[in-house]
C-alpha cells in the first residue's frame, strides 16, 4: 500500500496549487481519504476528508470556499484544489488513507499515508 503525493511548490498569495496523491495497492474508491498538514511549529491538522459513501466532504474552517477535494477513481488518484492561498497555508501537505471506511477526519482514524509534499505560499 503506497500514497504518493505531489504537486506543491512556491507561489504567491492568491494563487493556486492543485495536489495529487496517487494509490497503489489499494482502491482509493472504498475507503475514505483526506489532506491534512503540518506548518512549521504546529500539529498536523485534517483539511478535507471524504468518504465513500457520497456524503459532503469535510473541509476545515480556514479552507472553505477555497480548497475542493475530488477523486478520478480511473486513476487511483485524489486531489486536492487550493485556490485563494494565503501565507497561512504554508505547511507540509499530506495524503492519508483509512483502511476500512468511515466519516471524519482525525488524524488517528487514518491508517496509510504518503510522504508529504510542501506547499508555500509567499506574500
Known amino acids: 500500500v503506497q500514497l504518493q503525493a505531489s504537486g506543491g511548490g512556491l507561489v504567491q498569495t492568491g494563487g493556486s496549487l492543485r495536489l495529487s496523491c496517487a494509490a497503489s495497492?489499494?482502491?482509493?474508491?472504498?475507503?475514505?481519504i483526506g489532506w491534512f498538514r503540518q506548518a512549521p511549529g504546529k500539529e498536523r491538522e485534517g483539511v478535507s476528508c471524504?468518504?465513500?459513501?457520497?456524503?459532503?466532504?469535510y473541509y476545515a474552517e480556514s479552507v472553505k470556499g477555497r480548497f475542493t477535494i475530488s477523486r478520478d477513481n480511473a486513476k487511483n488518484t485524489v486531489y486536492l484544489q487550493m485556490n485563494s492561498l494565503k501565507t497561512e497555508d504554508t505547511a507540509v501537505y499530506y495524503c492519508?488513507?483509512?483502511?476500512?471506511?468511515?466519516?471524519?477526519?482525525?488524524?488517528?482514524?487514518?491508517?496509510?499515508w504518503g510522504q508529504g509534499t510542501q506547499v508555500t505560499v509567499s506574500s
Open positions: 471524504f468518504s465513500p459513501s457520497g456524503g459532503s466532504a
Open positions: 495497492g489499494f482502491n482509493l474508491a472504498r475507503t475514505s
Open positions: 492519508a488513507a483509512r483502511r476500512y471506511p468511515g466519516d471524519g477526519c482525525q488524524i488517528f482514524d487514518y491508517d496509510f
